[in-house]
Every structure is written in structure tokens, then in C-alpha cells.
């Protein structure tokens, strides 16, 4: 069993920054992959970025190259979104997952989830 705890969603405006954690507790081995997905209303949940937790391998979607960095901290057990250059578009409900196994941005597959932290981003 893994347990999430995201944190750190607020409202900003566009251009603006946010650093959301998570974090993270429970067996080791069913958190090897650790991603960020975000779900706007209306829309499917997307998968916005992922590490691979033993080698720190990170891998983006699109939309977010270049603006967003995810990151960990092993000694706090704690999972980090850096989100700059924030667009309106980026408004939703932020989640962080974790599987034992490399599921890409395949949301269902993943078997662990957080209860989410909005991030609302005005213009």
C-alpha cells in the first residue's frame, strides 16, 4: 500500500509560479514510478510528468517541456512539482500517482492516487 498527500494548489496569474508536493508513504517498491497528472473539468486526466524513482529519469508531456519540473526528495519522501510560466490552460485539479511498474501517463493503470490540489490560473 502507498499513501499520497499532495499539497501546495492555489490561484495565480498567468506567468506565475507554483511548487506543489507530495508526499509520499508506504511500501517502497509499489512507488518505484511517481507521476503528476492533472484533470480539468470536462476533460480526461492527463498525465503532465513522471519520474522513475531509483535513477531520477524524467520524462514530460508536450504541453508542460520546458515550464514544469518534477523532482524528489528522498529524505522527506516528498514528490515536487515546480510549475513556471503558468497559462491559463493549466488550470485543474493536480494529482500525484505511483505505480511498481512503468505505466507512461496511463492513468488507469496506476493503482495509488492523492485526493489532488487545485491550481487555478487566471490571465
Known amino acids: 500500500q502507498v499513501q499520497l ?57 508536450d504541453s508542460v517541456k520546458g515550464r514544469f519540473t518534477i523532482s524528489q526528495d528522498n529524505a522527506k519522501n516528498t514528490l515536487y512539482l515546480q510549475m513556471s510560466t503558468l497559462r491559463p490552460e493549466d488550470t485543474a485539479m493536480y494529482y500525484c500517482a505511483a505505480a511498481a511498474t512503468n505505466y507512461g501517463f496511463s492513468a488507469p493503470n496506476y493503482p495509488y492516487w492523492g485526493q489532488g490540489t487545485q491550481v487555478t490560473v487566471s490571465s
Open 5 to 61: 498527500v499532495e499539497s501546495g494548489g492555489d490561484s495565480v496569474q498567468a506567468g506565475g509560479s507554483l511548487r506543489l508536493s507530495c508526499v509520499v508513504s508506504g511500501d517502497t517498491y509499489s512507488r518505484n514510478y511517481m507521476a503528476w497528472f492533472r484533470q480539468a473539468p470536462g476533460k480526461e486526466r492527463e498525465g503532465v510528468a513522471r519520474i522513475y524513482s531509483r535513477s531520477a529519469v524524467t520524462f514530460y508531456a
